[in-house]
């Protein structure tokens, strides 16, 4: 079958098929081949991997990722695309597809049951609206990750690679840098999708580090108090740490901690790095 990276072909099967973009999912479908080399090129798929594809759409990178990999597995949310992604990857023996809510799918068990429990690699042209949602289920959840290699709104992918001080540094920045080594592969125009977004995107590739690189004894605490710096940006850490409804810390507590660190009581959130996070929680943890 030719490839659905042809606009024309990708016209064709969307008329072929009567099918309707649903605003609810988020739905743009990448038109152009070197994007698509691109992220195949970012993801380091070789014939050893097994890949997790998150919203397939119409299979058109599912394709592509089904010819550089040994199995791949699309877990698509909208039902009406499901016969689409029969026809259109009919040709390939080692695709498969779920029709479920990637969010409520087991996928350690899928994981364990396809691959033997060894790492896998996540491809994803994600729903920008779920991005963040999706990206933190994979890594919380402990699914066995090699890499997550995800085409995100462009400043989503800028939020992720953030430094200490920076406008786009915030909690999303910590939690990816927690996890994994982000690498900015793209940057993608809205004329490569159908239809074409609002935003300019990115192609980004998050590589889960085989140990954090912070230790804390509770991981729950830290994500707590990342969250709290941020949801004020504009109030000090002692202030928005000891107003915050997720935490429950006097004033002295919360000083005393920040005294551990080696910085000014009316520091902002936004200027500590991860390492100062995960001081900061060991040190409320006791």
Known sequence: MEKLSNPQKTIEVLQKYNFSFQKKFGQNFLIDPHVLDKIIAAAEITK??????????????T??????????????????LIPILEDTLSAYDN?????????KVDLRKLAEERNGGKPIKVVANLPYYI?????????????PLKSLTVMVQKEVALRMQAGPGTKDYG??????????SPYLA???????????????????????????????????????LIRASF????????????????????????????????????????????????????????
């Open 131 to 143: 991005t963040t949602p999706i990206i933190m289920s994979l890594f919380e959840s402990h699914v």
């Open 171 to 180: 909690a999303l920045s910590l939690a990816v840098q927690y996890y994994a």
């Open 63 to 80: 394709q592509y990722l089904a010819e550089a990999a040994r199995e791949v597995v699309a877990v698509e949310i909208d039902s009406t």
């Open 95 to 103: 695709v498969s597809v779920i029709n479920e809510d990637v969010l």
């Open 231 to 286: 949801n004020q940006r504009r109030k000090t850490l002692q202030n928005g740490l000891v107003n915050s409804q997720e935490l429950d810390f006097t004033k002295e507590q919360v000083a005393a901690a920040i005294a551990t660190l080696g910085v000014s009581p009316s520091v902002r959130g936004e200027a500590l790095t991860l390492e100062q996070f995960a001081a900061l929680a060991n040190a409320l943890s006791e």
């Open 186 to 224: 793209a940057n993608v125009p809205p004329n490569c999708f159908m239809p074409r977004p609002n935003v300019g995107s990115a192609v980004i590739r998050l590589t889960r580090f085989e140990e954090t690189p912070v230790q804390v004894k509770d991981e729950k605490l830290l994500f707590r």
């Open 48 to 61: 050893d991997d097994f890949v997790l594809e998150i919203g397939p759409g119409i299979g058109t990178l």
